[in-house]
């Protein structure tokens, strides 16, 4: 036997494709130029292989297109909402669903209804809209994240856990001043990493003997699931997810991931109470409870790619994919966040050019370059990303200054992988050549959207 391991391929085939553009250096120069040296500013048309976000990006099975078909657009009471509903409360567990058009929209609503102004919401390392949506409440975000998650050296299986001591000092120091803990599954800012089921388990004890609840940021839960199956407990990935669930009271949760559709969203609670105060202020900014902002098709879509999502031999091939991509930049030695994660490859900016203080933006700096260099696109997830204070309007610095590579679920083939890692090796071979960008349009929002740039020096 000449082979010791055998590969194994995607759980599907490919019915319909969608044409790529190649672009020349010179084009692709002048594009990221107009761009303001911003990746969100680009055209999708100027790039060739497009790893800005795993969210939306994702190819829809012949199930889910074919279940769009019965979209029923009705204004209220669509069939849709209901099989949505259902399937909520299989996979996740949870009693309530109210609809929203995606993650932040639940965010919104969550925020509003549990925060009050001077409030501490402690979590696993912020996300740009939970915490903002946390912030226009009037709360303040905690990081209580491991400090493992903080080093992309460390290779920590669990770079999602919450210290438990940490979160204990919070709850002690500030009675009836927490509404409720955040827990991310997977952490996306860490770099994809996933929370231990014994973790958060401890996390739920503690917020018990605390009267404090527990919301689930659910986007990743799926790919967190499998990591919980790889290195912790050979259980299927829908066993895991439902565990996870379990052990919280509610979950935000973006369809754009995970549940592998377009466009969608939702809040999930156990508690009547929040379910009914829910279902009030989604009218107010979504849409009516029975649909927050989705037609009867794309909640149909959801409904469908949540089932698929639960699915091991998808995750497998979902997580082995990004695991390919960077496992080929680890060979070669360039610095990436370790361990890989679940949903994307995280290339350490400060590693990747030690000669661009942070101040000069070195992802976003970085990810220009990527592009320039291939047409592949990413985002940076750095110093742009964290923004300012919200009350002193301090620049966040945060020790994470990475450049992702997001890897849509089910579009991407090995090839794409192999041409990406090989760009990225052009880069880092000549990285001595690229400079930093100074910021000359911010936007007082999640700034990282629309922000504009210069680079310092002629590159
Ligand atoms: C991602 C996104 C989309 C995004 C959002 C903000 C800045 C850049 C890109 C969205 C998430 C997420 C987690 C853990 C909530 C949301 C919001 N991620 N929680 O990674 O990753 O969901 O986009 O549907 O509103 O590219 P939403």
Redesign the pocket.
């Known amino acids: 036997m000449r082979l010791n391991r055998r590969s194994w391929a995607e759980p599907y085939k490919i019915k319909v494709v969608e044409p790529l553009r190649v672009t020349t250096r010179e084009y692709r120069e002048r594009a990221i130029v107009d761009a303001g040296y911003n990746t969100f500013l680009l055209r999708s048309d100027d790039v060739y292989i497009d790893l800005?976000?795993?969210?939306?990006t994702n190819a829809m099975s012949d199930r889910q297109w074919a279940g769009m078909m019965l979209g029923d657009e009705a204004y209220a009471g669509s069939r849709n909402f209901y099989h949505l509903e259902d399937t909520v409360r299989r996979v996740y567990g949870y009693k309530h669903l109210i609809p929203t058009h995606?993650?932040?929209?639940a965010?919104h609503i969550i925020s509003q209804i549990l925060i009050r102004p001077g409030d501490l919401i402690p979590g696993n390392m912020y996300?740009?809209?939970?915490r903002l949506h946390q912030e226009l409440a009037g709360g303040r975000f905690v990081d209580v994240i491991i400090p493992e998650a903080h080093d992309p050296a460390s290779e920590h299986p669990f770079k999602g856990n919450v210290d438990l001591a940490k979160l204990e000092q919070v709850l002690r120091g500030n009675p009836a001043r927490v509404p409720y803990v955040s827990v991310?599954a997977t952490?996306?800012m860490a770099g994809g990493q996933p929370i231990s089921l014994e973790n958060l388990r401890a996390v739920r004890q503690l917020t018990a003997l605390h009267g404090v609840r527990l919301i689930l940021?659910a986007?990743?839960v799926a790919e967190n699931a499998y990591f919980n199956q790889q290195r912790e407990v050979d259980r299927p990935v829908a066993e895991l997810v439902r565990e996870i669930c379990s052990l919280t009271d509610g979950c935000?949760m973006?369809?754009?991931?995970d549940p592998l559709a377009n466009i969608g969203?939702f809040l999930a609670v156990n508690d009547d109470v929040i379910a009914e105060s829910a279902r009030n202020m989604v009218v107010i900014y979504e849409g009516l409870h029975t649909y927050g902002g989705m037609s009867g098709r794309d909640m149909e879509a959801v409904a469908i790619g949540i089932d698929e999502s639960v699915q091991d031999d998808h995750m497998r091939a979902r997580v082995g994919q990004v695991q390919y991509l960077g496992q080929k930049l680890r060979d070669w030695g360039i610095p990436i966040v370790l361990p890989i994660g679940g949903?994307g490859v995280f290339l350490d900016a400060r590693a990747f050019l030690p000669h661009v203080p942070q101040e000069l933006c070195p992802a976003q700096s970085l990810a220009a370059a990527i592009y320039v260099d291939s047409g592949v696109r990413t985002?940076e997830r750095g110093v742009v990303?964290a923004g300012r204070d919200a009350s002193t309007g301090e620049e966040h610095m945060p020790q994470l200054e990475l450049v992702r590579l997001?890897i849509p679920r089910r579009v991407y083939t090995q090839a794409h992988m192999d041409v990406t890692a090989e760009s990225i090796l052009c880069v880092y071979e000549d990285r001595g050549r690229i400079g930093g960008l100074k910021m000359v349009y911010e936007p007082k929002y999640?700034r990282?959207?629309q922000a504009r740039f210069e680079p310092t020096v002629r590159q």
Do not use: P, Y
């Not at 800005?52 to 939306?56: C, F, I, R, V």
């Not at 996300?127 to 939970?130: A, E, K, R």
């Not at 973006?254 to 991931?257: F, H, I, N």
């Open positions: 800005l976000t795993d969210s939306g995606q993650g932040r929209g965010e996300f740009t809209t939970t991310a952490v996306n940021d986007t990743r935000t973006s369809a754009k991931k969203g949903h985002m990303s997001a999640l990282f959207f």
